[in-house]
């Protein structure tokens, strides 16, 4: 079964997307797998599959980590492809919805993407996480890190800050926290360095792939956890590997994400080629 598929990316967080509108596909999450492998595949953060709409979306965007578990949120996939469907349909608004629900994007003046991410969702149960706490306290640390804050923003997040980015082993301590069992669905790591009260500094050890050059989800919780530690502005430049976004956690709740996405290139993939 051989079919297009287009290499996106926001930041360097890249994606493989495919299109299953018009007719479904047969992936299933080893063959997700297989195919974001980068050695013996195409080579990706995330698997994307592009669904028909549901309800007032224009499109559905299935997500799948590398390892093939599935994720209900992705910032940087839903800038890539809000500007994939809305360069095609020619409009320069939309909606896309994921698991955890529907994001209305829209094209600005200087062509960077902007997402609704929806509310910050701050309670323990919403995160989840394994017991009753307070989520803006995690009794949770590694080495050089502790006292997180946690989140969700559609998947689960704990951010650290920290006085210097530059002195943590991240690919050390990431994986534990990652698996940690406060997190019954695992979770994004973030740790930031406030650069300013209008300037974050992050890196994201995100739940199945590990370090990526941005996370679109992890940057709109930096914001949101900073700002609620009394850390930052509600509105901030993030500063990630692969450069910045734009994030605004308005009074109503709901996270607003600014952003590039572009597409690397594109060819053709033999479906058949991969497991089942």
Known sequence: MIIPFRKMHGLG????VLDARATPLPVSPDRAAAIADRRTGIGCDQFIVMEPGEGGAEVFMRIRNPDGSEAGACGNATRCVAELVMTESGRDALSVRTISGELPSERLPDGTIRVDMGPARLGWDEVPLARAMDTLHLPLSAEGVSDPAGLSMGNPHATFFVPDLAAL????????????????????????QVLAPDHLKLVVWE???????ACGTGACAALVNAARRGLSARAATVSLPGGDLRIEWREDGHVLMSGPAATAFTGMIDLDAYPA
């Not at 967080?13 to 493989?16: G, K």
């Open 169 to 192: 082993d991240i690919p050390r301590i990431g994986p534990a926290l990652e698996h940690d069992p406060f997190f019954p669905e695992r979770a994004n790591i973030g740790f930031v």
């Open 13 to 16: 967080n890249d994606f493989v």
């Open 207 to 213: 739940r199945g792939a590990g370090l990526t050059l």
